[in-house]
């Protein structure tokens, strides 16, 4: 895929899986996420680019609550996942990770076998009744992250002997284990190199067609390639958010411009 | 001279060293100091160095040697009918050096002159008299023979001194002036202060192993003079610990090596849960406020000396265990004869491990990467369920070498043993029962009047030697597992 077919990718319009209306996020006194507004569609790949430090990543963290685990950390504003708030007092945030799905900048395979790696989400929410359910299901999602054949002959040895690029598809797996409907992605190919980029980015492509994938990401290559809707964020605030193609062929805003060319970042 | 002008000298004569040094440096170059090869203070350095180490190395085992051959010397010189009945040389030789001791000091409270000093003769003066004056207080008059004695000991002693405080002078002078010539400006100063701080270095990190190796060789010793004079199966196989300053002792290890392992089998059964949940607690779900103030305030518990924990155990632990299960107590049980037992040494030494425990836990707690903690959240984990399932299981190896060390200080533990425990040996499952361990036993064993040419108390450096082992042993492992553990992270 390159810049020349971007206008020609197939952009159907989905069903709005997470809508977020004037978001604000505070660490302290300091304002990191300024009213920013998105819809974020099923079935798609968004990617969210920007400078460092634009609140990219902060964003997304709040897209499943974890940043409930800092203390100083305040979100206003709603988020809404398939219409409910999940900021609502109802919601359980654990509960609301099983649904939306992280895969982290660095692959953090727990220190434990692949196979206990992929089954821990299940274990945890009791997806599978027996041990029969519970190894196909690590089948499964092993398949889906496309490492099964690397690992089916080892699936007792440790998670953190693989490679890099085996570790975060294993954590791909491992989040896709939890059957999540949404998928967050932080960085997930920054501490890969070019060949485990490629198999991942191919990963996210194939992912597409169950969940909703959102990808933080400084490759502005590695949104062109893997992502239909691409939101641009710059200190804090949504500059730009659309079609992929437009962003990158036709960008509205100047800063968008600048930033796609390389002047500012 | 004395020592401590001489070394005032030194010191005297280094500081001159590094003020010539640096200004012969800084002349070699003619005033340019970007000409020499290092910084003019590394020459001072060079030449204070010269002059200072091999002049006070010279003198310290010049202090050490000197004693013990004047005494070799002296000694010969008191014939053996010298030496009264029931008593030995080594009394003999010790008044000898209060004489001289003595001699030295009305010298110098101006009771006797230098001369009249070297003159002094049993029959004249009463010398006895005369050292009770200067505040030497002696046991009987003093013979012809140890006066002999003291007064050669006063020559050889002030011989030594005054050959000492030359060739410590002469080094120092000597090491000055040959550093001091090496001076130039392309002299590479620098490098050789260099390889003097890494000798100092190096010589602190062997004192510390040369010790070590010291105390087990002195141990080692008087235990093989133990097995000489009793069975090594009675000691390591028998069943009973009955030591009698009569002969014909039982001494045993066992009963006691029971007693030690069961009072740290109670005390890591309270410290570890406990200090292992205040880890956890601390590291996990405490705000940065409460951990500000509970970990220094957890901490000061392993401040607290072990003497106060032993009286912890006497007045307080104690009596309220005996208020439960004693004669007359709330129970209406009498499994407790007194106030000490197994248990209440035990609790308190528990206690007493806590801090130890949670914060070495602690800080392996926070070594696991918070990358696991959020990959474990993410997936929709509980924050207990993220604990026990990747934190713990990732910091299990360094907790395990956590405990491990706690176990070693609990065995090595002495003053609550003491005071908690009891002083009876014997191998009994009833946790309410005194009991008594190794450490306490050689506590025992040396103190009072003792003769160090018996089996009852030689026992206590076989003792030592078994625990020091055991600890040693203990910790190996510890450090083993904690290092297996590091590799897995970095």
């Known amino acids: 895929m390159n810049d020349m077919t971007l206008m020609d990718k197939t952009v159907d319009t989905q069903k709005i899986k997470i809508a977020a209306k004037d978001v604000n996020v505070y660490y302290g006194d300091t304002h990191a996420i300024k009213d920013v507004n998105v819809e974020i569609e099923d079935n798609t790949v968004t990617a969210f680019i920007g400078p460092s430090g634009c609140g990219k990543s902060t964003f997304l963290r709040c897209l499943n609550r974890m940043n409930d685990t800092i203390s100083t950390c305040k979100v206003k504003g709603d988020i809404l996942l398939d219409g409910e708030d999940i900021y609502d007092k109802r919601v359980d945030p654990v509960q609301l990770r099983a649904k939306v799905g992280m895969v982290f900048q660095k692959p953090n395979p727990f220190p434990k076998s692949i196979y206990d790696n992929v089954a821990y989400g299940p274990r945890i929410h009791g997806l599978a009744k027996n041990k029969a359910e519970l190894d196909e299901i690590v089948e499964k999602s092993l398949r889906r992250g496309a490492i099964w054949d690397e690992v089916k002959d080892r699936l007792d040895a440790p998670g953190t002997g693989l490679s890099g690029g085996q570790q975060q598809r294993l954590c791909i797996a491992r989040a896709v284990a939890t059957e999540p409907e949404v998928l967050l992605m932080d960085e997930p190919c920054s501490a890969l190199d070019p060949i485990a980029t490629a198999q991942v980015e191919e990963l996210i492509d194939e992912l597409r067609s169950q969940y909703s994938v959102v990808i933080v990401t400084h490759s502005m290559q590695q949104a062109a390639r893997v992502s239909q809707k691409t939101a641009f964020f710059h200190l804090g605030s949504l500059v730009e958010f659309g079609h992929t193609g437009t962003i990158f062929t036709n960008p509205e805003d100047p800063r968008t411009e600048s930033y796609i060319t390389g002047r500012i970042g | 001279m004395p020592t401590f002008w001489l070394v005032a000298l030194l010191l005297a004569l280094s500081a001159a060293g590094y003020f010539g040094g640096r200004r012969r440096a800084i002349a070699s170059a003619a005033g340019n100091v970007k000409d020499l090869h290092s910084l003019p203070s590394y020459y001072g350095y060079h030449v204070a160095l010269a002059a200072f180490v091999p002049a006070i190395a010279a003198l310290a085992i010049w202090l050490l040697v000197q ?12 014939p053996a009918e010298a030496v009264p009945e029931n008593s030995t040389i080594g009394l003999v030789m010790s008044d000898v050096r209060r004489v001289a001791e003595g001699l030295d000091l009305a010298v110098e409270q101006g009771l006797l002159t230098a001369r009249e000093a070297r003159n002094v003769a049993g029959g004249e003066q009463d010398i006895r008299a005369l050292m009770g004056e ?45 550093a001091y010539s090496r001076i130039h400006k392309d002299f590479r100063a620098r490098n050789v202060v ?3 701080v890494l000798a100092l270095l190096i010589m602190a990190a062997s004192l510390a192993i040369l010790t070590t190796i010291g105390i087990v060789l002195s141990m080692l010793f008087e235990t093989k003079n133990f097995f000489g004079l009793h069975s090594w199966t009675d000691f390591f196989f028998g069943s009973t610990w009955a030591p009698n300053f009569r002969g014909g002792s039982e001494l045993s290890i066992l009963p006691l090596l029971w007693g030690t392992l069961y009072i740290s089998f109670i005390a890591l059964l309270v410290a570890v849960p406990v200090g292992l949940f205040a880890a956890v607690y601390l590291s996990e779900y405490a705000s940065g406020a409460v951990r500000s103030f509970a970990k220094p305030l957890l901490e000061i518990l392993a401040g607290i000396p072990t003497i106060v924990y032993g009286l912890f155990a006497l007045l307080t632990v104690g009596p309220a265990l005996a208020s439960l299960f004693a004669k007359g107590g709330f129970l209406g049980v009498e499994w407790m004869a007194g106030a000490t037992s197994v248990l209440t040494a035990g609790l308190v030494m528990g206690i007493m491990l806590i801090p130890f425990v949670s914060s070495l836990s602690d800080d392996i707690i926070n070594a696991v990467p918070q990358a696991l903690r ?13 604990v026990r399932q990747v934190v713990m299981p990732a910091a299990l190896p360094g ?40 450490t306490t036993r050689i506590v025992s064993q040396l103190t009072g009047d003792t003769d160090f040419a018996s089996p009852e108390t030689l026992v206590a450096f076989a003792l030592g030697l078994t625990l020091f082992v055991l600890t040693l042993g203990l910790n190996v492992l510890a450090l083993y597992i904690v290092r297996k553990y590091r590799e897995q992270y970095e």
């Open chain 2, 194 to 196: 260099e390889r003097a």
């Open chain 2, 374 to 386: 959020d990959g474990s959240l993410g997936l929709g984990a509980t924050k207990s369920e993220t």
């Open chain 2, 134 to 178: 200067v505040g030497v207080a002696l046991g009987d008059d003093v013979r012809p023979e140890v006066l002999n004695a003291s007064q050669a000991y006063r020559n050889l002693s002030n011989t030594g001194r005054a050959a000492m405080t030359a060739v410590v002078a002469l080094l120092s002078l000597g090491g000055f002036a040959w």
């Open chain 2, 399 to 438: 907790i395990v070498g956590a405990v491990l060390l706690a176990a070693s200080r609990a065995i090595g533990e002495t003053m609550i043993v003491v005071m908690g425990a009891g002083a009876i040996a014997k191998f009994s499952a009833n946790p309410l029962e005194s009991m008594t361990t190794i």
């Open chain 2, 67 to 78: 004693p013990m051959f004047i005494e070799s010397r002296v000694s010969g010189m008191i």
